[in-house]
């Protein structure tokens, strides 16, 4: 996947981020959920399914620091 569709599911995260979720190989679908449980939006995160085990592991790698996430967002 592209680092310009990345940015479009992410928003604006530094590089080697983009390059870990490039490196998963993760199907855009999936990438969505993934930026959906991220965005802690509960309205949506009842409705989007299951999230693969390797979509866990981006997810959690994404996650662990939660205040370096949103500075990445905000840019």
């Known amino acids: 996947m592209e680092q310009t569709e990345i940015r479009r599911?992410?928003?604006?995260i530094?590089?080697?981020?983009?390059?870990?979720?490039?490196?998963?190989?993760?199907?855009?679908?999936?990438l969505e959920k993934i930026a959906i449980l991220l965005s802690e939006d509960t309205d949506h995160g009842i409705e989007i399914g299951r999230v693969s085990p390797k979509g866990?592991?981006?997810f959690a790698l994404l996650k662990r620091d939660d205040?370096?996430?949103?500075?990445?967002r905000e840019g």
């Open 9 to 12: 599911i992410f928003g604006n």
């Open 67 to 72: 205040e370096a996430w949103e500075i990445d």
């Open 56 to 58: 866990q592991d981006l």
């Open 14 to 30: 530094i590089d080697h981020k983009v390059a870990e979720i490039a490196a998963s190989g993760l199907p855009k679908e999936e």
